[in-house]
C-alpha cells in the first residue's frame, strides 16, 4: 500500500522555538530587575508588579472571552504576565492601584487586543499604557520614592530623580549639580525612579541571559546605546558645564530597559539585522532630543513608540534580495 503524500507550506523543519520558550527566557531575564525594585523600593515594588500583572491577566482573559469570543485564550503565552511586568516597571513604588489598572486596561485593551492580539499590535502595549498613565496623571507618574522605605507604599517620601536633576543643569541651574549620585549607585540601584530603570547591573544581566538564549540579537540594545552615547558625548565636550558626562546618560532613566526589553520586541521593531540598526539609531537620536530639549526629561517611551510607527517603513526601506534576483 503506497504511503500518503503530505503536502503543507513551510516551515516544514522547525526549530524548537516557540512563543512560550521566548516569553519565558524574557520572564527569567526581568527577574534580576524586580529582585533590585524589592531592594530599593521593598513592599511598594511587590505591590505595583504583581497589581499590574493580575490586572493584565484579567482584562487580556476578559476582552478575548467576550469581546472577541475567542474560545482559546491566550493568557498562557506569557505575553500579558511580560506586559504587566514591564508596565509596572516604567511606574513609580507609590502609584494608587486604580491607576495601574487604567493602564494595564490602556495596555491590553488599546494596544494589544485592539489590534487582534499578540502579533498583531503595532506598538508596545506596556508603553502605551505608560504613555497613557503619563499624560493622564502627570503629577502621580513623577513623584519618585526616596529608596529604602521598605514598609512604605501610598505615604512614601518623594525626591529627584537624577535624570530630573540632569534636566534642571541642562536648563542652567547648576547648583543642583552636587546632588547627583555617583555612578556606582546608578550602575547598582540604590536612586529613586521608575521600578524597573534603578539597577544597570541587574538589567544587563537581563541582557545577557537573553543573548545567550538567543532571544534576541545585539543589534537594537547596542545601536541605541551607542548613539545616545555619542550624541550626549558631544554635547558634554562642547559644554561640560550644562550637559553631563554621557555615562550619567546611560545610567539614568528607562534608557536600559527600554533599549533591551521594549525596543527589542519582535512585533513592534524591524525584521532584518540591517533595519534593526537604523531602527535602534532613531531610537537613541529621538530620546537624546527629547531629553535636551522636550517637556519630560525622558524621552525614551515616546522615542520608542514614535519608532514602532516607522517600523513598517524601515522594513519595506531594508528589504533583503530575493533569492535569484540579479543585482543592476
Request: with cysteine; net charge positive.
Amino acid at each position: 500500500m503506497a504511503e500518503k503524500l503530505y503536502i503543507s507550506t513551510s516551515p516544514h523543519i522547525h526549530s524548537g522555538d516557540t512563543i512560550e520558550r521566548n516569553m519565558r527566557w524574557v520572564i527569567i531575564a526581568l527577574m534580576p530587575a524586580l529582585v533590585a525594585s524589592f531592594i530599593v523600593f521593598g513592599l511598594g515594588a511587590l505591590i505595583v508588579t504583581a497589581t499590574s500583572v493580575a490586572f493584565c491577566l484579567l482584562f487580556e482573559w476578559l476582552i478575548a472571552k467576550f469581546l472577541l469570543k475567542i474560545k482559546d485564550t491566550t493568557i498562557s503565552d506569557g505575553s500579558a504576565v511580560i506586559t504587566g511586568i514591564l508596565l509596572a516597571f516604567n511606574l513609580p513604588s507609590n502609584i494608587p492601584i486604580y491607576m495601574i489598572a487604567m493602564g494595564a486596561l490602556i495596555a491590553i485593551g488599546v494596544g494589544k487586543m485592539a489590534f487582534g492580539g499578540l502579533g498583531k499590535n503595532p506598538f508596545n502595549p506596556a508603553l502605551v499604557g505608560r504613555v497613557f498613565l503619563l499624560i493622564s496623571f502627570p503629577a502621580a507618574m513623577t513623584s519618585w520614592p526616596v529608596p529604602h522605605q521598605f514598609m512604605a507604599y501610598t505615604d512614601a517620601v518623594t525626591g529627584a530623580t537624577p535624570l530630573s536633576l540632569m534636566s534642571l543643569i541642562a536648563g542652567g541651574d547648576a547648583s543642583v549639580a552636587a546632588q547627583l549620585p555617583g555612578l556606582s549607585s546608578l550602575f547598582l540601584g540604590t536612586t529613586g525612579g521608575c521600578l524597573g530603570e534603578v539597577s544597570v547591573l541587574a538589567l544587563l544581566l537581563g541582557l545577557v541571559i537573553l543573548l545567550w538564549r538567543k532571544v534576541i540579537t545585539w543589534h537594537i540594545p547596542i545601536s541605541i546605546l551607542a548613539t545616545v552615547a555619542v550624541l550626549t558625548g558631544i554635547m558634554w565636550f562642547v559644554n561640560p558645564v550644562l550637559y553631563v558626562n554621557p555615562l550619567y546618560h546611560l545610567c539614568t532613566g528607562g534608557l536600559m530597559l527600554g533599549a533591551i526589553f521594549m525596543a527589542t520586541d519582535y512585533v513592534t521593531s524591524p525584521m532584518t539585522t540591517k533595519g534593526m540598526v537604523w531602527y535602534g539609531i532613531g531610537i537613541g537620536f529621538l530620546t537624546v532630543l527629547i531629553r535636551y530639549f522636550g517637556s519630560y526629561p525622558e524621552g525614551m517611551s515616546f522615542a520608542i513608540l514614535i519608532m514602532n510607527g516607522v517600523t513598517p517603513l524601515i522594513n519595506n526601506w531594508c528589504k533583503p534580495k530575493r533569492f535569484g534576483k540579479i543585482a543592476k
